[in-house]
């Protein structure tokens, strides 16, 4: 949840793009219909690897949730 947290904030990203982003819940996040998930998938992948959060070969997945 941190991890997620801190990437919504936009003064991690600079894109105003990754805005209509909200932390639900442990891994969970909530994303706007205009938010292009490939973009939000490589950039938190990006800023987690800096961050020390993913190690060398490991990945995020980012997947549409249809309740």
């Keep these: 949840m941190h991890w997620i ?3 919504a904030m936009r ?3 600079n894109e ?3 805005d209509d982003t909200l932390p639900a819940a442990d891994g969970l996040l909530e994303v706007g219909n205009l938010v292009p998930l490939e ?3 490589a ?3 990006d800023w987690f690897r ?3 959060y993913l190690k060398p070969g490991e990945g995020l997945i980012v ?3 249809v309740r």
């Design 5 to 7: 947290d801190n990437f």
């Design 11 to 13: 003064n991690f990203t």
């Design 16 to 18: 105003a793009i990754f």
């Design 39 to 41: 973009r939000l998938q």
């Design 43 to 45: 950039a938190m992948e």
């Design 50 to 52: 800096r961050k020390g």
């Design 63 to 65: 997947e549409e949730l």
